[in-house]
């Protein structure tokens, strides 16, 4: 059974637009959609169905990239990334929706301040980041599902290639969102109804990927950068304002 008609096809713009992101910067899906999508359905069925259409488009990059892949690199990453998805599930199941959406919202606005402010570090980042870049993600992934900045904060200070980077980034998604899912297995979020709403938004999510990928080299990256942080520090902003007083 889907949702209802008028909320699916406001998610379906969402959606668009997500992968279109996601298509020029290899993350941030979660970022655009999920804050937009909680104001339609709970938190609870967001993430599951989000991290199925992650499943879909991130392999579709790593696949295609796959040569480029930092493979040192996600092999220190990855585990303590998933050390921390085990976690942030745990928190997905017994937080109050209230206070998950509050958190959400803080989370989302903190980045998009973030990336608007330029606070990312030019200079090469040690590797002893790779512990708290890693249990951050993992946590805001398993909790929120937008566990991609900390990852790219942290991937972008280590590679320089940009090619390299984007194949990386799309890469310990998928890794991510696989283990995502069999956890949401486990703790039992995952329904058919769950399934079916993915399947409906699936075509939308990969036109997105397709359109982003396409014009990423005909635009201006810190432009969008710029206009990205602010519709995410937007969304973030009215998802606490909802929390406290809706």
């Not at 976690?87 to 903190?110: D, F, I, N, Q, Y």
């Not at 946590?139 to 942290?154: D, E, K």
């Not at 635009?219 to 606490?240: D, P, Y």
């Amino acid at each position: 059974m889907l949702p209802e008609s008028h909320a699916l096809l406001a998610a379906s713009a969402v959606v668009f637009a997500a992968y279109f992101v996601f298509g020029i910067t290899a993350f941030g899906s979660g970022l655009v959609a999920i804050p937009f999508l909680t104001h339609l359905w709970p938190l609870s069925f967001v993430l599951p169905v989000m991290v199925m259409l992650d499943c879909f488009n991130s392999g579709t990059v790593a696949l295609r990239e796959r040569r480029h892949v930092a493979w040192r690199e996600l092999s220190i990453l990855i585990p303590i990334m998933v050390v921390g998805l085990i976690g942030g599930v745990t928190l997905l199941v017994k937080l109050p929706p209230r206070s998950s959406m509050a958190g959400l919202g803080m989370t989302v606005t903190v980045f998009g301040a973030w990336a608007l402010l330029g606070a990312a570090s030019q200079r090469v980042v040690h590797r002893a980041w790779v512990l708290p870049a890693g249990l951050l993600s993992g946590v805001a992934s398993g909790v929120f599902g937008v566990g991609g900045p900390p990852v790219a904060l942290y991937l972008a200070g280590r590679l320089r290639d940009k090619t390299q980077l984007r194949a990386s980034l799309a890469t310990s998604l998928m890794l991510s969102v696989a283990v995502r899912i069999v956890l949401f297995l486990i703790a039992g979020l995952l329904s058919m109804q769950l399934v079916a709403t993915m399947l409906a938004l699936l075509p939308f999510a990969l036109a997105g990927l397709y359109v982003g990928s396409r014009v990423h080299t005909h635009l201006s990256r810190e432009h969008l950068a710029r206009f990205v942080a602010v519709l995410v520090m937007c969304s973030g902003i009215s998802l606490v304002v909802r929390a406290l007083y809706g």
